[in-house]
């Protein structure tokens, strides 16, 4: 009797010994994002911009620049949309446009706002989510008054307009906004360059001796050289605005 239990704990010890026993758990990867990133890299002539940095104009001016901004917005593609606003200041990044979630895949081809739509732009800023670039403290002096609205590029800098080029040296400040001087662009045939194995980036190039020697109208700093976008500044700050959008490319 004995030796027949001692035989049964056996036996079912050896079934319970063969039966499957549970895997340990896989952990499951976390699946990771595409993130993108847009930079804005100003030239002058093709040569990079430099804050404080002499460059020669079509009518033999030296200037050199000490403030550039620009707010963009509805950067998208066919439907897909990578950001809704960006505040570009060359002080701060000297290409850093935006920066997140995003699959570069979808822009090939882009269309985007140089400014800030009528529907947005008399906001108040300081009701905005405090992540959005728009924000009046990201925006900062991107900003004239939520009455107003917003600042859509500012440049500035300094100039020599003498014709001797003795060094009498002038200030000169463009400062474009307003309802109407809202500019849409277009770039085709984008290329993205990998940064790691989840970040992608792209290069809006800018050159600033585009925006006085324009496809058709020039900016001369001598006599035109300060627009607030006042009612008397109007067609300055129209040529400035339309010269801003040629000098842009891929």
């Known amino acids: 009797m004995k030796k027949l239990i001692l035989l049964l704990l056996l036996f079912f010890g050896f079934l319970y010994s063969c039966k499957e026993k549970p895997k340990d758990e896989i952990p499951v990867p976390e699946v990771s994002q595409l993130k993108a990133r847009v930079n804005v890299v100003p ?3 093709g040569v990079p911009m430099e804050f404080n940095q002499n ?3 079509q009518e033999g001016y030296t200037i050199s620049f000490t403030k550039l901004n620009i707010i963009m917005t509805k950067f998208k593609n066919n439907g897909k949309q990578l950001f809704e606003s960006a505040v570009y200041k060359f002080e701060k990044n000297k290409r850093l446009l935006w920066e997140g979630l995003g699959d570069y895949n979808n822009f090939s081809s882009f269309s985007a706002t140089i400014g800030v739509d009528a529907s947005q732009n008399h906001e ?3 009701a905005r989510a405090s992540d959005d670039p728009l924000f009046i403290l990201n925006a900062g002096d991107m900003h ?7 600042i859509f590029i500012m440049i500035e800098g300094k100039a020599d307009t003498t014709s001797a080029q003795n060094g009498d040296v002038i200030n000169f400040l463009y400062h474009i906004g307003n309802d109407q001087f809202t500019r849409d662009f277009s770039l085709t045939d984008i290329q993205w360059s990998k940064v790691n194995n989840d970040l992608y980036e792209t290069n809006i190039y800018l ?4 925006v006085f020697d324009g496809a058709s109208n020039d900016v001369d700093i001598k006599t035109e050289r300060s627009s607030h976008t ?3 500044q109007l067609a300055l700050s129209e040529k400035v605005i339309d010269n801003f959008i040629d000098a842009l490319s891929k």
Not at 144 to 150: D, F, M, R, S, V
Not at 207 to 210: C, I, R, T
């Open 43 to 45: 030239t002058y002539q």
């Open 207 to 210: 050159d600033l001796y585009k």
């Open 55 to 57: 460059y020669t104009t």
């Open 230 to 232: 006042n009612p008397d």
């Open 144 to 150: 004239w008054g939520w009455n107003t609205g917003y």
């Open 124 to 126: 108040d800023p300081s």
